[in-house]
């Protein structure tokens, strides 16, 4: 038995008489991921200007023949939907306003594509009627709003299927600027992703009527929130009332996230830094009368950082810059105090000092802090940060026995494991055969050194690897951070 999901998320349409759908791709996108985390398949996700009308059928033809009677079937849209002579339609990138029958996809079409495949479990996700989709006036006597009836009838009598949609067919599904999603895939999401116990059954299994009673709850009132009119958003569940239907066990992504909670304890304290090296003579703050330093001292440590400050200000007026386009921040969810920006997911801090192995040059630090768990877990955060550290700095919450760590090791008296440390053993550096990861541990901290620029994530990556490979080698955990 399989999961498979088909997602499709249309936010820019290829005629002007369809308004876009603000965070469409976002919603599939994220859609996408929060599945793959329940162990779904997903087949296809399909964005814009990729879910054309023939491209859309002919993945869902496509997709559906292949299944068999133990496979489960899933399928999201968010985008247009409208209803011609009563038909359901879901538009298509390409679809034409005035022929949307003809050029988008009938549910009608779709059902009985399920209907003809082996698959006897699915369960359909509709956020449709997005606000902006009923704006169309002039062509309220050919086209009216979207109606529930055709599918209201056909999962009446689907023991085995559901359906969910993000408002009544009469209604619009609007979308949240300070959420980035759809309302009501925004609530969904945190559902699919065991965010929310109140959207299970048992601590773990997320069935359709408590999913339902959960959207139900949350969705209305925070479509009120986001307008200033009587704007009102129900959510609907088509389907069998008798029995529950299960959309997911969520027991499995518990466990995953427990055991990242418990070898990774210490990312809550991680701090990811960058360092560039640069002349004295090229400060901004340099002049002809300035004299470049001769020695490590603390009189020309403060000469360089007086020298630096403009270029400190204009590093962080970038980064800031950079931060708020990236992230899609307001002025009001992010800050700059003197050398640190701050955000609501992370801190980014900026300094400059002496090098202390020569005394003429300056290193500029960079550091990112004080990361969230959804700033870990967001692409964007990703993107914006890829390639940017060589260095990450963690404090667990326990003291390490560095005397213990070296001890362990060298009694492995393997060519794969170099140790170095000080006659006191209060600190070592460790490296294995062939990784382009260095560690060095103290009591207090644990820093990961790369010799190449990496993401956050990809320098969480890269100890869990280093530490994966010493327990290999050691047959035990030699490197303890919770």
Not at 141 to 166: N, P, Q, R, T, W
């Amino acid at each position: 038995m399989s999961d498979y999901a088909l997602i499709v998320g249309i936010e820019q349409y290829m005629t002007t008489s369809l308004t876009p759908v603000r965070f469409a791709e976002a919603d599939a996108k994220a859609m996408a991921e929060a599945l793959a985390g329940l162990g779904f398949e997903v087949d296809s996700v399909l964005l814009s200007h990729q879910a054309t009308k023939n491209t859309v059928e002919h993945r869902i033809s496509d997709l559906l023949e292949s299944l068999t009677k133990d496979d489960r079937f899933l399928f999201y849209y968010a985008g247009h939907g409208f209803a011609e002579v009563g038909n359901t339609v879901l538009s298509c990138s390409d679809s034409i306003l005035k022929k949307i029958g003809d050029t988008g996809i009938r549910m009608s079409w779709f059902l009985d594509r399920v209907n003809e495949s082996e698959c006897e479990r699915a369960m359909f996700f509709l956020d449709a009627c997005h606000a902006g989709a009923t704006n169309l006036k002039s062509e309220r006597s050919v086209l009216d709003a979207m109606s529930g009836d055709e599918i209201k009838a056909y999962f009446a009598k689907a023991e085995h299927k559901v359906c969910f949609s993000a408002c009544k067919f009469n209604q619009t599904s609007i979308s949240s600027g300070t959420l980035k999603h759809g309302i009501w895939t925004y609530y969904l999401l945190k559902a699919l992703r065991g965010e929310v116990k109140a959207a299970l059954q048992s601590g773990r299994f997320l069935t359709a009527m408590k999913l339902q009673d959960y959207l139900q709850t949350e969705v209305p009132l925070a479509a009120k929130a986001a307008r200033t009119d009587s704007h009102k958003q129900t959510p609907i569940i088509y389907g069998s009332q008798t029995g529950e239907f299960h959309i997911a066990d969520l027991k499995e992504l518990f466990d995953k996230k427990e055991q990242a909670a418990s070898a990774d304890g210490a990312h809550a304290t991680a701090r990811f830094r960058s360092a560039e090296e640069i002349a004295v003579k090229q400060l901004s703050g340099f002049e002809r009368h300035h004299t470049v330093p001769k020695e490590v001292a603390d009189y020309a440590e403060r000469f360089i950082q007086r020298i630096a400050a403009e270029d400190v200000n204009e590093r962080v007026e970038k980064w800031a810059k950079q931060i708020r386009s990236s992230l899609g921040l307001k002025r009001t969810g992010i800050r700059v105090e003197d050398d640190r920006i701050i955000t609501d997911d992370f801190e980014y801090s900026i300094w400059c000092e002496q090098n202390p192995s020569d005394a003429g040059e300056a290193i500029f630090y960079e550091e990112l802090s004080s990361v969230s768990p959804a700033a870990y877990a967001n692409p964007a955060f990703e993107e914006l940060f890829s390639a940017s550290f060589d260095q990450m700095i963690l404090h667990p919450p326990k003291p390490i026995d560095v005397s213990h760590v070296i001890d362990a090791l060298e009694a492995l008296d393997s060519d794969h494991i170099t140790v170095d440390y000080p006659s006191n053993a209060k600190r070592c550096t460790i490296q294995i055969a062939g990784s382009s990861t260095k560690l060095i541990i103290t009591k207090d901290s644990v820093k990961v050194l790369s010799n190449q620029q990496l993401s956050p994530n990809e320098l969480i990556d890269a100890l869990s690897e280093t530490r994966d490979k010493l327990k290999q080698l050691a047959g035990a955990t030699v490197l303890v951070l919770t």
